[in-house]
């Protein structure tokens, strides 16, 4: 299980909102939300401090390794240079035609 299931799953067990598990463990609601969705990769004892805010605790154990725990980086590295490359070009040739998009829809 993902750190941002773990979070997820205390939370609705305990039948809180976001915005309760943050006021619970003092923390900004946009944190519990970045944690949930994957975009933030929180500290031990910042995973501790939620899922005891929704009155469980955290135990760790040995397993086989959960592929959906690897970071974008790590995944990223994983590719060929190659494939980085290709990655790349596409994703520029996707911000140059939204550039290009912007300036044409301001100038007419």
Known sequence: MSIANLVREARRRAGLTQARL???AGVPKSTV???ESGARVPSTELVERLVEAAGWNVSVSLAEPDPGTDSM???TLRRSPA???SDATRVARFV??????VSAAADG
Do not use: P, S, T
């Open 83 to 85: 494939q980085r490359l």
């Open 96 to 101: 140059l035609r939204g550039r290009r998009a």
């Open 33 to 35: 939300g970045r944690i």
């Open 22 to 24: 943050a006021e619970r």
């Open 73 to 75: 980086f790590e995944r």
